[in-house]
Structures are given as C-alpha cells and as structure tokens.
Nanobody
Framework: VQLQASGGGTVQPGGSLRLSCAGSGRTFSNYAMGWFRQAPGKEREFVATISASDTRKYYADSVKGRFTISRDAAKNTVYLRMNNLRPEDTAIYYC????????????????????WGQGTLVTVSS
C-alpha cells in the first residue's frame, strides 16, 4: 500500500482543516487506517483510527469532539476533519495502514502499522 497525505497548512486558532490520505497498491478497503502526529521534540502520538469496515472509530482524548476520521472506499481515501484547532495541534500529521484479522478492529499503536504516508505539516498560529 502506498499512502499520500495532503491538506496541511497554516491556520489560526479556532480554524479548520481537512487532511486527506490517498491509498493505492493493494485493496485499500481491507486495511484499518490511522492518523498520527509528531510535534517538534516529541514522540509520534496517536490521533484517530478507523476500522476497515468503516464501522468503528476511536480518538485520542486530546482531539475527541474536534476531529473526525472518515473514509471513502470508492476513492481509496481516508480523511481527518479538524475543527477548533489549537496551537498544541501543530505537528506533522501522518496516515498509516494496517491489515487486521477482523475488519471491525482498529489500532492505536503506531508500532503495529505496516504502511505510512510521508506526512503533512499542520501549523496553528495567530
């Protein structure tokens, strides 16, 4: 699976962005997907994940209620809608894919993911 993330940019606090992650290569719909981020000087952290079946989602507490993960099987794309952005959301955002045994499963550990996109930078600043 090849992943291409896009949609990052600079936005003021309280603003919104939508990140996209386009997949190609293998059957994209067989993979659970995740979004992770890494701020300068910090470790990569989990943001959101969605099952291959598109029936289950899970979010980090820090983004719950503000971010929404979704996927479009026809377009082989996963999205991360980010609302009410805060300066602490500033980071490089990465999408990742993993094939799990159950299509309804998701994964929050970055070490379990097999494929990664190149990252897209989100800067929240006034």
């Amino acid at each position: 699976v090849q992943l291409q993330a896009s949609g990052g940019g600079t936005v003021q606090p309280g603003g919104s962005l939508r990140l996209s992650c386009a997949g190609s290569g293998r059957t994209f719909s067989n993979y659970a997907m995740g979004w992770f981020r890494q701020a300068p000087g910090k470790e990569r952290e989990f943001v959101a994940t969605i099952s291959a079946s598109d029936t289950r989602k899970y979010y980090a507490d820090s983004v719950k209620g503000r971010f929404t993960i979704s996927r479009d099987a026809a377009k082989n794309t996963v999205y991360l809608r980010m609302n009410n952005l805060r300066p602490e959301d500033t980071a490089i955002y990465y999408c990742a894919a993993v094939r799990l045994y159950y299509s309804t499963s998701y994964e929050t550990s970055p070490g379990k993911y097999d494929y990664w996109g190149q990252g897209t930078l989100v800067t929240v600043s006034s």
